[in-house]
């Protein structure tokens, strides 16, 4: 796992904006409960994945664990806001993901989309990872360091899970030139995102 000071995190071709993490600081109500929701919508997207290929045995068994450890992610960021007197906000549009799903081509075919699926869920716990990575490194509060830390490892550990389940069902060739069809295509949008503190995305 790569969460080193270097530029990117896990092959990410752009870093977040330093700013982000400044204007995070002031903005830990807003980013906590962003955080929450992240967490349940990505135990409800893995929901689907299954849902969807419940005839792939290797889906069922290595994605069914990450649903519950993604709800007691959701679970654990509910108990932070109550341990600090906060409460969780409202669920707000995650403009990152939105551009994201506008890359996959229409017209897909069941093979495709499957792979796009397992792809893009790669590329969001990637840029997850980098995120609470900056969090890490740039908060002043060692509760808050050790808490952003945590869920760094985890989306890293998701991140590699994504991309293995890719191969198990995809030629390596076909996974490489797609995996980079998406990295650069989050890279192409990046730069024209807000810079938000209160947004994890």
């Known amino acids: 796992m790569n969460v080193s000071k270097d530029k990117t995190t896990l092959g990410l071709q752009l870093p977040t904006d ?27 997207t893995i929901i689907s994945i299954i849902q969807m290929h419940s005839d792939k045995e290797e889906i069922v068994e290595a994605l069914s664990p990450v649903v519950s450890e993604e709800w007691g992610h959701f679970r654990m960021v509910l ?34 989309l499957f792979l796009d699926q397992l792809l893009i869920c790669a590329l969001i716990e990637a840029r997850s990872c980098e995120r609470f990575k900056q969090l890490w490194q740039n908060l ?24 293995k389940l890719a191969r198990t069902y995809f030629k390596e060739e076909i996974v490489k030139e797609r995996w980079q069809y998406w990295l650069d295509y989050e890279a192409s949008f990046i730069p024209h995102l807000e810079v938000r503190g209160d947004r994890m995305h």
């Open 140 to 163: 002043n509060d060692a509760d808050l360091q050790d808490f952003y830390y945590t869920f760094m490892v985890a989306e890293a550990q998701h991140y590699k899970l994504f991309l």
């Open 18 to 44: 330093p700013r982000w993490a400044n204007l995070a600081k002031f903005s830990l109500q807003d980013i906590l409960t962003d955080h929450a929701f992240c967490e349940q919508k990505a135990a409800s």
């Open 79 to 112: 108990s932070k806001l109550k341990e600090r007197g906060l409460k969780l906000g409202i669920q707000r549009p995650d403009e990152y993901v939105k551009k994201l799903m506008k890359g996959k081509p229409k017209g897909q075919g069941r093979d495709q």
